[in-house]
């Protein structure tokens, strides 16, 4: 069942399925709300199309590649993984930002001048001339408190910023509470937050961890360990887990795969040296 709902001008949503999206578009003359409705009912397009492709996106990344044959979306989560060269994924790692990124795209085509898709989370934005927008960052997913915030503009580059850790839509195997990356579009940021938020793993009594159909039967990465719970862990362990993480966002920004990133643990936060020169505590 799609439930549309427009929020306020030149905003909409919808929920459908597992999928909760919100569109934000503004054209030359302020907030559009016909185009935002567009966009809601496309992004429900774009996730049947995902859905179609089920056999194909619950693949290993290292046994499927892209084809004419797939739809736009498809061929952009294989992508998307198979940029981080690691044989553990599938391309489902970077669904959420994929569909967000082909709503954008989609939107900019209609005239959309400043375009923000919020899928769960996974942004994909698109600034015209002039364009800023201010991007708040939680420090853990369960937790509704915007810790920093920094702002984008269209010199940045960055079209796409998206976060992954314990308490997100998708499973980890780290114990980040919140992975966030800045990235050229959304699905490379989203498949990159999953990668960096899986690096933010240590041994510990205190982690619980569980095969990933356990949790979920209907997971694309059965067999695999992923966390399910973290007890009290000392400071040093938690730093240690921060700095795996920081370490794997660095390779990826020394491939220009990512252009920044953020890893938390709860008030503990590391960061890319691009992104502290420029965040704002709040």
Known sequence: MKEFRLIKEGQASVQYGPMFLVVTVYDIHGPNTPLALEGVKKGTQVFDQVARYKQVIFQNICEVKESPDYPDVVNHMIQSVARLDDPTFTPMAAVAGC???????????????????DNGGDI??????????????????????????????????????????????????????????FAENAGYADAAATFIGNKTNIEDPAIERRPA?????????????????????????????LQNGLEAAEFLRTRSIIQDALIAIHEDIFMTEGLRERIIYC
């Open 99 to 117: 569909i967000a990124d082909k709503v954008a795209d989609f939107l900019v085509e209609k005239g959309g001048q400043k375009v923000i898709v």
């Open 213 to 241: 159909e356990q949790i979920n039967l209907l997971t694309d990465i059965p067999g695999h360990l992923v966390t399910y719970r973290v007890g009290t862990l000392s400071r040093e362990k938690s730093l240690q887990a």
């Open 124 to 181: 994909a934005i698109r600034l015209g001339n002039n364009e800023s927008i201010v991007v708040g960052i939680r420090t853990a997913l369960v937790s509704h408190r915007i810790r920093c915030k920094v702002t984008l503009f269209k010199s940045d580059r960055i079209g796409g910023v998206a976060t992954s850790g314990l308490g997100g839509h998708s499973f980890t195997k780290g114990i980040a509470t919140a992975s966030t990356v």
